[in-house]
């Protein structure tokens, strides 16, 4: 396997780990991380009071305390940043190993932040199967554009400072294959958040308890995105109305399908579910809609028409 994830790529990750205050090892001490992927006991030692890699970093990291804790990232025995990519990228994959780091909203998180820097070289983690209810990860190619929904939706989410839109969409990316139910329910629940946020940042009053229909049709009043906007001067005037209305539609059919295939609601035993591919048109479906959403805000905002 050849190096194709550069030295940026690979900061990138790690700093983002480092920011927020992931470690690297989960729940198990350093050495018994690393002794998951190395022999540690083949490896050199720093220390000359030790003969191996096992020993000093036990001494360090387990007695004394005195590395610092992203100290792996640096340390030329490992050489993280420019060893071979199998090698890189093993080591990801068993930072959320599910014995590794047991806690699934976490794990969810830092794959969505792997696979957004993984992305732009053309790499992705994803779940190959599941343990006591956890995903286990690996690496593979990515050689289709399947991504392309969910990155453009962590796009729209820090475009609204929106950590609790992140979260959801993270949510999507463990899920959209392994749990359709779950991307199709969090889809919907992503629309109501953008709504709400757009609403939010206007100071536009709303309940609570709002459907997402209320919300969505409030939020297109808003921004003013009723097909009498456009002129019938324009050329294809009421194909764009069409298009208007069909993309309004979209809250009240996501609200039936999260009532019908989506998670949150019980199942008789006759039940059967949508598949992955039902999910992605769905969870595209969603990101389409808040993405035009958030584009108008972003536009209406930059020419002083949203107060």
């Not at 780990?17 to 720093?46: H, K, N, Q, V």
């Not at 992203?70 to 093993?90: G, K, S, V």
């Not at 993984?118 to 554009?145: H, T």
């Not at 009421?238 to 069909?246: D, F, V």
Request: aromatic share 8%; charged share 30%; hydrophobic share 40%.
């Amino acid at each position: 396997m050849s190096n194709t994830i550069p030295k940026q790529v690979r900061k990138n990750i790690f700093d983002g780990l480092a920011l927020d205050e992931i470690r690297w090892c989960g729940r198990l001490p350093d050495d018994d991380f690393l002794a998951r992927i190395f022999d540690l006991e083949e490896l050199p030692s720093t220390d000359s009071r030790f003969s191996n890699a096992a020993g000093d970093i036990h001494q360090h990291r387990i007695f004394n305390w005195d590395w610092e804790d992203d100290w792996i990232y640096t340390d030329r025995r490992f050489d993280l940043l420019n060893c071979p990519d199998e090698q890189f990228l093993a080591f990801l994959v068993e930072t959320v190993h599910p014995l590794v780091r047991p806690e699934k909203s976490e794990t969810a998180t830092i794959v969505a932040h792997y696979n957004e820097q993984l992305g732009k070289v053309g790499w992705e983690l994803c779940p190959a199967e599941r343990i006591a209810g956890r995903a286990r990860f690996v690496a593979q190619r990515v050689y289709s554009s399947s991504k392309r929904s969910i990155s453009r939706g962590q796009e729209v989410s820090r475009a609204l400072d929106s950590a609790w839109m992140a979260q959801e969409i993270a949510r999507i990316e463990a899920s959209v294959e392994t749990d359709p139910a779950l991307a199709i329910g969090t889809a919907k629940d992503l629309v109501e958040t953008c709504c709400k946020s757009i609403l939010n940042d206007m100071g536009v009053a709303h309940s609570k308890t709002a459907s997402l229909q209320s919300l969505s049709k409030l939020v297109v009043k808003e921004l003013k995105l009723v097909p009498e906007d456009i002129s019938d001067q324009a050329k294809g005037a009421e194909n764009i109305r069409l298009l208007l209305r069909n993309l309004a539609s979209i809250a009240h059919y996501l609200a039936e399908l999260r009532g019908l295939y989506g998670s949150g609601h019980g199942r008789d035993g006759n039940h059967r579910g949508l598949q992955p591919r039902h999910a992605k048109l769905i969870v595209g479906s969603a990101v389409v809609f808040v993405d035009f959403l958030a584009e108008t805000y972003r536009e209406r905002g930059k020419n002083g028409e949203i107060e």
